[in-house]
Nanobody, 122 residues
Framework: EVQLQASGGGLVQTGGSLRLSCAASGFSFEDYTVAWFRQAPGKEREGVSCISRFDGTSYHEDSVKGRFIISINNAKNTMYLQMSSLKPEDTAVYYC???????????????WGKGTQVTVSS
């Protein structure tokens, strides 16, 4: 069964850090572009970060650039999102995904994990 399992969310104070993990089963991350998305209450889902399957380069949206780092451990078939200097506006449900290409809408993703809640208190 093709599946993504995200974990690592929680409650953290402003300025704190969290690391999200996303484990894949039934397929290999090496064959896909992988990404993190988030959806805040009352807002549309938005892209956060991705790693391209074409050249392995990473990309971060301006809202998280310099604070978040996406990485992947192919041996463990797990990807991560290291989040630092967290702000209340980072509060959202975070989703991991894998697919053919990345855009902010997530239309290129074909496999989605269930979300993990991140709450940043002020």
């Amino acid at each position: 069964e093709v599946q993504l399992q995200a974990s690592g969310g929680g409650l953290v104070q402003t300025g704190g850090s969290l690391r999200l993990s996303c484990a894949a089963s039934g397929f290999s991350f090496e064959d896909y572009t992988v990404a993190w998305f988030r959806q805040a209450p009352g807002k549309e889902r938005e892209g956060v970060s991705c790693i391209s399957r074409f050249d392995g380069t990473s990309y971060h949206e301006d809202s998280v650039k310099g604070r978040f780092i996406i990485s992947i451990n192919n041996a463990k078939n797990t990807m991560y999102l290291q989040m630092s200097s967290l702000k209340p506006e980072d509060t959202a449900v975070y989703y991991c995904a894998a697919g053919d290409f990345y855009n902010n809408y997530g239309s290129g993703m074909v496999v989605w994990g269930k979300g993990t809640q991140v709450t940043v208190s002020s």
